[in-house]
């Protein structure tokens, strides 16, 4: 037996070794033991990219008139221990109010924030907050565009997305992390949306790797987020996952245990229909290993309407 395979089986006694995500050595033989394909493997090994765990969350803003039992107050302990198990290095969050974020970086001390509310800043309004791991990752930068024809420029009210640089303490490499939201009712203010990211990223992260985490309320089947699809400087996560993504395809659960499926279509046809609405997609440099729809419930209620979608990823 090679001294690599010993080392993996020991790894396996200690029961972290199919989630030792940052070890520099895994090789063909460690991956045959492990479980990961050998383009995984070779993935993982890079030393100068350590493994990402990368998170697009929709958690529902405190909405003082939602049903009783899907109040933030019911809610909040569910989000904490999701974030915390998972362990992501970086969450993408959609709607999240100031106090929200305050509940989860006051209960989860590891994470930071980067916040900038919609509104006028001092009202406790929507945020497109980037949570992160400040034992992982060093803020370098931090920003936020309006999606508007003046995107430097405030727009009370208006679509945003909030953005970051870090550096990996562990590798050394640099990266960007973009966030947004876009309008769930108005498909123009979708295609405004869409330009000026198509727009901004680039000229914000240069030729530095990136993701983009958000809520685009629209599928692939949209001219929108297929724009971003078919787009030459970003894929979409799910396509481009070395292993095949899983957990369900659809992303909204609209707090409903039980989907509501359309009149004359079936539960088969329902699923095979069925559509993410929000996304991680990656720049070219990006490798992504694992992908994932989180659809974890606590006695019969979800955390929040949208599912974590997540991602385990290096980049090149």
Same mark, same amino acid.
């Given at each position: ?227 971003? &699809?078919?787009?030459? +400087? ?5 396509? =481009?996952?070395?292993?095949?993504? %899983? @957990?369900?395809?659809? $992303? ?29 997609? &990656?720049?070219?440099? +990006? ?5 994932? =729809?989180?659809?974890?419930?606590? %006695? @019969?209620?979800?955390? $929040? ?12």
């Amino acid at each position: 037996m090679s001294v690599m395979k010993r080392l993996c089986l020991l790894l396996l006694v200690l029961g972290f070794a199919c989630e030792a995500w940052t070890a520099q050595g895994l090789n063909e033989a460690a991956a045959e033991c492990c479980g990961l394909n050998a383009e995984c493997a070779k993935a993982a090994e890079k030393p100068a990219c350590g493994m990402l765990n990368i998170a697009s969350y929709n958690m529902r803003f405190n909405n003082k008139r939602e049903n009783p039992d899907n109040t933030w107050s019911e809610r909040k302990p569910q989000v904490r221990a999701l974030l915390e198990y998972y362990d992501f290095d970086i969450v993408g969050t959609q709607e999240p109010l100031l106090g929200q974020i305050k509940y989860l970086t006051d209960s989860l001390p590891q994470y930071s924030a980067i916040s900038y509310p919609k509104a006028d800043g001092v009202t406790d309004d929507e945020t497109c907050t980037i949570l992160y791991k400040t034992a992982r990752l060093e803020l370098l930068q931090k920003g936020n565009f309006w999606h508007s024809a003046t995107p430097d420029t405030f727009e009370n009210g208006g679509r945003i997305t909030t953005w970051g640089k870090f550096k990996d303490k562990l590798t050394g490499g640099e990266f960007f992390v973009f966030n947004t939201h876009l309008s769930s009712s108005n498909l123009e203010s979708r295609k405004t949306s869409i330009a000026v990211i198509l727009k901004e990223l680039p000229r914000i992260a240069g030729g530095s790797p990136f993701f983009l985490t958000g809520d685009f309320n629209a599928t692939e089947k949209e001219e929108t987020v297929a724009a971003l &699809v078919n787009s030459p +400087i970003m894929a979409d996560s799910k396509k =481009v996952s070395k292993t095949p993504p %899983y @957990g369900q395809a659809r $992303s909204f659960n609209g707090f409903k245990f039980e989907p509501s499926i359309p009149k004359g279509e079936t539960r088969q046809d329902y699923i095979a229909n069925a559509l993410p609405i929000d996304f991680i997609f &990656v720049s070219k440099q +990006i490798s992504v290993l694992k992908y994932a =729809v989180i659809t974890d419930s606590f %006695y @019969g209620k979800f955390p $929040s309407d949208h599912f974590p979608v997540c991602i385990k990823a290096v980049a090149e």
